[in-house]
Nanobody, 125 residues
Framework: QVQLVESGGGLVQAGGSLRLSCAASGRTVSLYHMGWFRQAPGKEREFVATISWSGGITAYADSVKGRFTISRDGAKNTVYLQMNSLKPEDTAVYYC??????????????????WGQGTQVTVSS
């Protein structure tokens, strides 16, 4: 199985940028579709972005499309989420997750088997 550790969260002003990292260990991320999700206080966990095992397919939530970019680096066994033009409504705990590459990519949290512990992103107005 794979272990995931997120980093890169923090406090940023609206309009600013952050890059989240998700470092994998135990197995190569090439065996998984990878996703980023977020959860704000009192809200359900929601889909942010996903990238296929090969990196050839990406998908984004409408709320982040054009502002966020998901990518993966096989050599570093790491997945990234570049977040630009941040808004206060982007404030949440961000999680990365892994889904077996033998399955189809998915946007739903229950479809992902492995999860990191999350990293807090706070955007001030």
């Amino acid at each position: 199985q794979v272990q995931l550790v997120e980093s890169g969260g923090g406090l940023v002003q609206a309009g600013g940028s952050l890059r989240l990292s998700c470092a994998a260990s135990g197995r190569t991320v090439s065996l998984y579709h990878m996703g980023w999700f977020r959860q704000a206080p009192g809200k359900e966990r929601e889909f942010v972005a996903t990238i296929s095992w090969s990196g050839g397919i990406t998908a984004y939530a409408d709320s982040v499309k054009g502002r966020f970019t998901i990518s993966r680096d096989g050599a570093k066994n790491t997945v990234y989420l570049q977040m630009n033009s941040l808004k206060p409504e982007d404030t949440a705990v961000y999680y990365c997750a892994a889904r077996d590459a033998l399955l189809l990519p998915s946007r739903t949290p229950p479809a992902y088997r492995y999860w990191g512990q999350g990293t807090q992103v706070t955007v001030s107005s």
